[in-house]
């Protein structure tokens, strides 16, 4: 189902996808990253599959997307319009609980908003590949933000993601006193966690 609702004042309004398959258990809000919109091949395949799990989706655009501009928004933008996304979803599916994250940028600007203030109700974030630095320009600047987020974290992450060197995303994962869980295909390996005490595998 298409829904409408205001990013900020000064954006307006934007677009959004809402799936709520039978016997939903939870509510993802699913932010897009910088490449391309909520329709993407991407969110919709993880929203069906999302939805094949009873995992509720609430898809949406950016402002910049949804008047078909080339350049994201900027970032007080981007963050009042996770801030926007939540509420609007949490009024459509009240009865379910609420997880907000995203593929790449998306899922960086839901932690930032987070780590600013924390989102209404919003039990953890999932990153769909955590854009950690700027392709060819490794660095962990992007993560410092991260420890005042205060909500467990899943970092769902592939090798060849040029956004996010594991060898830099690992010990930063390692090191958050938050939950926070790092998945991906390196094998033989074990989830990575907070350190002991800090309420892991909640």
């Known amino acids: 189902m298409e829904v409408r609702f205001v990013a900020s004042k000064s954006a307006g309004e934007v677009s959004a996808l809402l799936n709520v398959p039978p016997e939903s258990k939870a509510l993802l809000v699913f932010a897009h990253g910088a490449g391309a919109g909520m329709s993407h091949a991407f969110m919709a395949s993880m929203s069906d599959a999302l939805a094949a799990r009873g995992v509720a989706t609430f898809r949406y655009q950016f ?9 994201p928004d900027a970032q007080p933008i981007l963050l009042a319009t996770v801030r926007s996304a939540v509420r609007a979803a949490k009024a459509r599916a009240p ?3 609420v997880f907000a994250g995203g593929k790449s940028m998306g899922g960086r600007m839901t932690s930032l908003a987070a780590a600013t203030e924390p989102l209404d109700d919003v039990r953890g974030i999932p990153f769909f590949g955590f854009p950690l630095h700027p392709a060819g320009r490794p660095s962990t600047d992007r993560a410092a933000h991260l420890a005042a987020v205060g909500v ?3 970092f769902l992450q592939g ?4 956004l996010a060197e594991l060898d830099l995303l690992e010990p930063v994962v390692a090191g958050l006193a938050a939950p926070a869980t790092l998945h991906g295909p390196r094998v033989p390996r074990p989830p990575i966690h907070g350190p002991p ?3 892991r595998d909640r």
Do not use: S
């Open 95 to 97: 009865h379910l609980p």
């Open 152 to 154: 467990p974290l899943l």
């Open 159 to 162: 090798t060849r993601d040029t």
């Open 63 to 71: 402002p910049w997307v949804e008047r078909e501009g080339r350049v």
């Open 197 to 199: 005490g800090c309420g």
